[in-house]
C-alpha cells in the first residue's frame, strides 16, 4: 500500500493522490513486470539487500504504460524490522520508446541488408583516414598523382579498411563459404589489377 506520493507520480499515473493512497504496487504494475517486482521487493523484505532498482512499466489510470527506473530502499527500525520503503522513480519513456524504434529499424535495415540482390558491404575507413592525415602532413597536396605513383600506399589502405560486414549476396559472389571469410580487410579480395 502506498503510504505517501508526490505529484509526479500523480502525473505518471494518472491517478488523483487519493486515489493512489488506495491502491497497492500490484494493483500499478504491468502483469508482465509483477513476478520479478515482487520477488525483488520480497527478497529486500527478508534482509538479501537493503535496496535494488530495476526498470518496469506502471500501469495508468487511463490503461496506457509508463516505463520507470525505480530504486526501492527498505528502512528499518532500532531492532531491525521493516517500517517502510521508499521509492525513487524516474520515467523513462521516452528513451524506452526511442530504443524500440531503433531496434525496429535496425530490424528494417538488417532485413533489406540481407535480402537484396546486390553486394552490400560495410565498411569502417577510420584507419584510411589517419594513411592519409599522415600524407598530407608529410607535405602531400595531390593525392591522385602520388597514389598513382605509389601503388604500394594503394595497397596498404585497402589492407587498412576494415570489412564490418557483407551481405548473403556478397558471400555468394565472392564464392566464400561464410560471410567471416570476408570480414577483416579489402586486400583479401583486392588483386593487383584491382589495385
Known amino acids: 500500500?502506498?503510504?505517501?506520493?508526490?505529484?509526479?507520480?500523480?502525473r505518471m499515473t494518472g491517478y488523483r493522490r487519493d486515489e493512489l493512497l488506495k491502491l497497492t504496487l500490484r494493483d500499478l504494475t504491468h502483469e508482465e513486470d509483477y513476478p520479478r517486482n515482487h520477488e525483488l521487493f520480497e527478497r529486500m523484505l527478508a534482509g538479501e539487500f537493503p535496496s535494488y532498482q530495476l526498470e518496469k512499466r506502471f500501469v495508468r489510470k487511463d490503461g496506457s504504460i509508463v516505463w520507470a527506473d525505480v530504486h526501492r530502499t527498505l528502512f528499518k527500525d532500532a531492532d531491525g524490522n521493516p517500517l517502510y520503503v521508499i521509492g525513487a522513480i524516474a520515467d523513462i519513456t521516452t528513451r524506452k520508446q526511442a530504443e524500440e524504434?531503433?531496434?525496429?529499424?535496425?530490424?528494417?535495415?538488417?532485413?533489406i541488408f540481407n535480402a537484396v540482390t546486390v553486394s552490400i558491404w560495410e565498411e569502417?575507413?577510420?584507419?584510411?583516414?589517419?594513411?592519409?592525415?599522415?600524407?598530407?602532413a608529410k607535405g602531400v597536396t595531390d593525392f591522385r598523382a602520388y597514389l598513382k605513383a605509389h601503388l604500394e600506399t594503394v595497397a596498404e589502405a585497402?589492407?587498412?579498411?576494415?570489412?564490418?560486414?557483407?551481405?548473403?549476396e556478397s558471400v555468394r559472389m565472392f564464392g566464400a563459404k561464410d560471410r567471416q571469410e570476408l570480414l577483416g580487410s579489402l586486400d583479401k579480395i583486392f588483386v593487383p589489377e584491382t589495385l
Open 1 to 10: 500500500k502506498y503510504l505517501s506520493v508526490n505529484d509526479e507520480f500523480c
Open 101 to 111: 524504434a531503433l531496434r525496429e529499424s535496425e530490424a528494417r535495415y538488417r532485413g
Open 124 to 136: 569502417d575507413f577510420t584507419a584510411v583516414i589517419d594513411l592519409l592525415n599522415d600524407l598530407k
Open 158 to 168: 585497402a589492407a587498412r579498411v576494415k570489412v564490418l560486414d557483407v551481405n548473403a
